[in-house]
C-alpha cells in the first residue's frame, strides 16, 4: 500500500516523461492485482469461518455433550 502510495504520488507530477509515466502504472496494476489477491484469499478464509461456526451449534441444555450415552 505505500508503494501504491508512492506510485500515485509520482505519477501526479507533471513532469514525468511518457516512459516513466507507463512503468509506474504498469507497476501500480500488477501491485493492486497482488492487493486484490490477498483481500480474495481473507475474504474466502473469513467466510470459511463464519460458515464453519454456523455448523456447530451449541449444544441444548440437558443434552448429553459426552457423546456417551
Not at 512503468?23 to 480474495?40: D, P, W
Not at 460458515?51 to 456417551?68: K, N, Q, R, V
Amino acid at each position: 500500500m505505500q508503494r501504491l502510495h508512492a506510485i500515485i504520488q509520482e505519477l501526479e507530477r507533471a513532469d514525468l516523461s511518457l516512459e516513466r509515466n507507463v512503468a509506474l502504472y504498469k507497476e501500480g496494476r500488477s501491485l493492486v492485482s497482488s492487493c486484490n489477491e490477498i483481500l480474495k484469499r481473507a475474504r474466502h478464509e473469513i467466510t470459511f469461518v463464519e460458515e464453519g461456526e454456523g455448523d456447530t451449534a451449541a449444544p441444548s441444555s440437558g443434552e448429553d455433550t459426552t457423546g456417551l450415552s
